[in-house]
């Protein structure tokens, strides 16, 4: 066969890097350089934005001593615990909800009402229900917790496939059957987001009751650290947090899938 003679557009070569890997390198380089920049510039008090190399020192002081690692697993374990109260509550009421509507249009207003609300504002009943050890800090974060899980249930209850609901009706499935095999499987997505902002309002509401009242945890090395203005040894702390939590999102991202739907 005789050949036509036209070119053959051939494909670009793929990137080494991919413009948003890029991107996201750029931010992760320019962060630290802007910190120490500023850190240098004495635009500033020196101890409020301490250099780069201060908070290394502080942070590898920190890992280094044995006493953190208890105030560590305290605030570990008090998030945790709130994390599966007010992530369980939250679900099932999320799904009484999200079935019911009688119940939704009844109930559901006041956890829109509520769930803004700072939850810190509770703190006081919390301590004279449960005193000023950890249950009152456990407590705070379920509170925090419970609202955007239970919010995000319902949410995504409304969005299942009304198909879905008619195979497992078709079938005579029992609450629990369909709670189990229609309902969780259909919402993985909304319960994951829900996980992940209930984790977030948990760490926050169990570290902001250790820095009001307590003797233990990392929110009370933070508030320790910056009443005695150690500003190196606050921001270590900070760092900490910053990864655990990172590392915590990752991981229910992980779980729940959602990570390798986004990079397909």
């Known amino acids: 066969m005789a050949t036509t003679g036209r070119l053959i557009p051939t494909a670009a070569p793929a990137p080494l890097i991919a413009p948003v890997a890029l991107l996201r390198l750029a931010i992760i380089l320019a962060l630290p350089a802007l910190w120490e920049v500023l850190a240098r510039s004495g635009w500033l008090y020196q101890d409020v934005v301490p250099s780069l190399l201060r908070i290394g020192a502080a942070l590898v002081e920190l890992l280094s001593h044995p006493n953190y690692y208890y105030n560590l697993a305290v605030t570990v374990g008090e998030i945790g615990v709130a994390l599966a109260i007010g992530g369980l509550s939250g679900l099932v009421v999320g799904i009484v909800l999200g079935a019911n509507r009688f119940l939704a249009r009844a109930f559901e207003p006041y956890l829109y ?10 703190f006081p009943v919390m301590i ?19 609202f955007p899980v239970a919010l995000s249930v319902a949410a995504g209850m409304r969005a299942i496939d009304t198909v879905l609901i008619r195979v497992g009706k078709s079938f005579r499935a029992s609450t629990l059957q369909m709670a189990t095999k229609i309902y969780l499987p259909a919402m ?28 233990k945890g990392i929110g009370f090395l933070i508030i320790n650290a910056y009443s005695t203005f150690d500003m190196p040894r606050m921001y270590a702390n900070l760092i900490v947090l910053f990864v655990l939590a990172i590392g915590a999102n990752a991981l229910v991202g992980k779980l729940g899938g959602l990570d390798s739907i986004k990079q397909r």
């Open 113 to 122: 009402y509520l769930g803004p609300t700072p939850k810190i504002i509770f």
């Open 128 to 146: 004279m229900w449960f005193g000023v050890d950890s249950p009152s800090k456990i407590a705070l974060g379920t509170l925090s917790c419970f």
């Open 188 to 215: 993985r997505h909304p319960i994951v987001n829900g996980v992940r902002l209930g984790l977030g309002v948990a760490l926050v509401g169990t570290l902001l009751a250790e820095t009001k009242l307590s003797n």
